[in-house]
DNA sequence: AGGTCGGCCTGGCAGC
DNA sequence: TGCTGCCAGGCCGACC
């Protein structure tokens, strides 16, 4: 499912393929991507204008156009932003499609319809958008052990919960949190005001290491997840745990265990990841 | 306030 | 074999 590092594979591919080219039109063929809005209102206010950036910002994608007119797309579980795909036919489970100068196009395809759509109107709707449901950027500078520190300081949740929350750190979902709480030798039950000082700080690095080896293997194809051109990414080979219930561990090959936490699918090795206080389980 | 849980949605697969 | 039903999960809203 596209976290951080799939989105950023797709806006390096897509970035210069439509900087500086016109969004000729918008065809929102699934109403639910824009909900609330009339997908005519959408379609209205974008078409035409020239596209200044393709950005990223947590797991958001964002076409920036001209007259700070935006639309930040979120992938959600199953979507995926294809460029040029056959031009007779529509892919499968086509939903948006932005269509480019000289007919070229990027197809917003998305199986399960969890994706959506926001237009903002101005810049300042965008970093309102971002302020309000986004938390530090962890591949920027800001991501630091104390900033970390001191946004764990006092949270009784889980420490896999909390690093699943967007307002806390943005980008990092079910597959790098557990990745990352592995490498960082860290049970994702833990609560996240528990944890001493240089785990935090571990866990920040393993953080940062995760997504920057998901971006450099192209993200990871699980599901559905695809780059651009239709090639799938790579990292899901390169899990230590994630999905690899009854696998050894790499590091002291205790069998890999598969627990809830947060609600979701939780992968981890019971002895490089110790179990907080009473017993396993 | 802050944490937990159900609903959204559909392809894939376990189970009969 | 073919059908049913359950599960995955990011995010939001409802609840405690």
Redesign the pocket.
């Known amino acids: ?3 951080l590092p799939e989105v950023e594979t797709i806006r390096r591919q897509l970035a210069p393929l439509v900087e500086g080219r016109t969004l000729e039109a918008l065809t929102v063929a699934d109403a ?1 991507w824009c909900d609330p809005l009339d997908p005519r209102e959408v379609e209205a206010a974008v078409g035409g204008r020239a596209v200044r950036a393709l950005s990223r910002r ?3 994608l964002t076409w920036e156009l001209a007259g700070g007119v935006s639309v930040a797309c ?1 992938l ?3 979507g995926t932003m294809l460029y040029d795909p056959p031009p007779d036919q529509d892919p ?2 086509a939903r948006v499609t932005f269509l480019l100068e000289e007919g070229h196009r990027v197809v917003f395809c998305d ?4 994706g959506t759509g926001e237009l903002l109107l101005g810049s300042a709707a965008l970093e309102a958008f971002h302020a309000a ?1 986004l938390g530090v950027e962890p591949l920027s500078e800001a991501f630091t052990a104390a900033h970390l520190r001191s946004l764990a300081r ?5 420490v896999k ?2 690093l ?4 806390k750190v ?2 990092v ?3 790098y ?1 557990d990745e990352a709480l592995f490498r960082a030798r860290i049970h994702p039950l833990r609560p ?2 528990a944890l001493r000082g240089a785990q935090l700080g571990a866990l920040r690095d393993a953080v940062v290491a995760v997504l920057e080896a998901g971006i450099d293997a192209g993200g990871a194809s699980i ?2 997840f695809r780059h651009a051109d239709g090639v799938q990414g790579s990292f899901q080979h390169a899990f230590l745990v ?2 690899r219930a009854g696998e050894p561990c790499p590091t002291c090959g205790t069998p890999i265990r ?1 627990l ?1 936490a ?5 992968y981890v090795c019971e002895r490089c990841q110790p179990v907080p206080r009473r017993r396993s389980r």
């Open positions: 499912m596209p976290e639910r947590g797991k958001y979120h959600r579980m199953t499968p489970h199986p399960r319809r969890f449901r006092g949270r009784r949740a889980p919960a909390f699943l929350d967007q307002t943005a980008g979902g079910n597959i949190a996240a005001g599901d559905d994630h999905r598969k809830v947060a609600g979701r699918g939780t």
